[in-house]
């Protein structure tokens, strides 16, 4: 009888255990930018060579957004725009579908929240929302009609805003959430002090 109750219990503990450190995970990717990072740990935040959806390579150097108007719809300037951070990619070697991946620091999460608002558009007919959340919210907006239309991605996550744009993705929005998934862990890694390693093959495991 002992033998029984002495089980059970070292079941019920792991169980326990098991529970905790899934919660730990999910507080950890939710965790929000709140940090004025510089403009070094935005470059290093957004990805690189390997670190890509498949069929993707950098097209050339990782750029400094100069212009606040970059992170706007219209050529408007943001309000409380900081500075920012971009790259962009061949897909097999070509310029024809393309893909692009642009971060924004703003000073106040509230600034970033309306810059957001503003930069996703308002056509709720053609958002998804994803089927994993990333950062504090995120829509995706796919152009209907041709089946090489574009897919765009927003995240906003504390002071940053993030956007993805994935040329002919034929309304798959798997890869621009995977993306914006991917750019926000390493923004993540460099305000802990650590250096971004995260990858979207990393990313789609973690979302299946």
């Not at 070094?40 to 050339?60: D, K, M």
């Not at 995706?140 to 996550?157: A, D, K």
Request: aromatic residues 6%; proline residues 4%; neutral net charge.
């Amino acid at each position: 009888m002992s033998r029984m109750r002495t089980t059970v219990l070292t079941v019920a503990l792991g169980t326990l255990a098991l529970t905790s450190c899934s919660s730990g995970s999910e507080e950890e990717a939710a965790k929000p930018i709140t940090t004025q990072l510089g403009q070094g740990e935005l470059t290093q935040a957004v990805p690189g060579q390997g670190e890509l959806i498949p069929g993707f390579a950098p097209y050339h150097a990782k750029d400094v957004i100069s212009k606040a108007e970059y992170c706007a719809r219209e050529d408007k300037s943001p309000k409380g725009w900081v500075r920012g951070s971009e790259g962009s990619y061949l897909y097999n070697g070509s310029t024809t579908n393309m893909m692009e991946v642009s971060i924004c620091l703003y000073d106040t999460a509230e600034h970033a929240e309306s810059a957001y608002k503003e930069w996703k558009g308002k056509e709720p007919d053609k958002e998804q929302a994803p089927k994993k959340a990333v950062g504090d919210e995120t829509a995706l907006v796919v152009n209907p009609g041709l089946s090489e239309s574009s897919v765009y991605g927003f995240t906003r996550s504390g002071v940053v805003t993030i956007r993805v744009k994935v040329d002919g993705a034929g309304g798959d929005t798997t890869g621009t959430r995977d993306m914006l998934a991917t750019t926000l862990k390493r923004l993540q890694q460099v305000q802990d002090g650590k250096r971004a390693t995260a990858t979207a093959a990393e990313e789609a495991k973690a979302a299946k």
